[in-house]
């Protein structure tokens, strides 16, 4: 199918973005559009605007921040892969997302997108809040941060506001942690039917402490 019409813009920063959210009384917001675009072709939802984030430069890529790792919203799932800080200091986080879909969708695909997108099915929200992340959600009056225990609110809804944008993921460091990510599916590339992401801190043969998070 052929989606409506609608009017398309590519805003180059983050403040541009926010107008453009802010002009318009039914806008979407195009991340890696492996959620979006199929709903927009099946006339699912037919917004008068779609704001593309693909442009914004500060939205990519990862970099260190003191005891944290921080990571653009429209960071890949194949950067995210090929980052050795992500595999240094979050390895949950990398083995999970070695396992979403196959590469032509983790090529597209973005951290931020699915975490807004909050599909229960995903493989993103379960590390994110195994490893204690911290969302940085931006809107008309600045930025706030929000922990991952409180931004997934409801199926398909989070804490991001209809005029907010989530920038960037501020994970906090699990140098030297065990992780193991296990997806329960009954088709290769499916959405997982279950899933566990889990991280252990070792003292010796002893576990020091341990978080899980539950796909699905």
């Keep these: 199918m052929i989606p409506a019409a609608f009017d398309y813009v590519a805003p180059e920063s983050v403040a541009d973005a926010l107008a453009a959210l802010a002009d318009s009384e039914d806008a979407k917001v195009l991340a890696g559009g ?3 675009l199929p709903i927009l072709r099946m006339r699912l939802n037919a917004p008068e605007r779609v704001v593309d984030l693909g442009h914004i ?3 990519q890529g990862v970099h260190e921040d003191g005891d ?9 799932y194949a950067d995210l892969l090929a980052e050795p800080l992500v595999a240094e200091h979050a390895d949950l986080l990398r083995l999970a997302v070695s396992q979403v879909a196959d590469p032509q969708i ?22 994110i809040l195994a490893l204690n992340a911290q969302l940085v ?3 008309s009056g600045g930025e706030r941060t929000v922990a991952a225990s409180d931004f997934f609110e409801d199926l398909f809804t989070t804490a991001v506001g209809e005029d907010e944008l989530l920038t960037a993921v501020r994970i906090p460091k699990h140098t030297g942690w065990g992780a193991a990510y296990e997806k329960f599916v ?5 959405w997982s039917i279950v899933a566990v992401a889990a991280t252990v801190r ?3 043969e002893t576990i020091a402490e341990a978080r899980v998070g539950l796909t699905n």
């Excluded at 944290?68 to 890949?76: E, K, L, N, P």
């Excluded at 997108?113 to 909050?118: D, K, M, Q, T």
């Excluded at 009954?186 to 499916?190: A, I, K, L, N, P």
């Design 106 to 127: 983790r090529r597209r695909g973005t951290i931020g997108g699915a975490l807004v997108h909050a599909d229960p099915a995903g493989d993103i929200g379960a590390p």
């Design 137 to 139: 959600i931006a809107g």
């Design 34 to 36: 492996q959620s979006l």
């Design 186 to 190: 009954r088709v290769s590339h499916q």
């Design 68 to 76: 944290d790792i921080v990571i653009g919203a429209m960071t890949s």
């Design 202 to 204: 070792m003292t010796g």
């Design 57 to 59: 430069p500060q939205l």
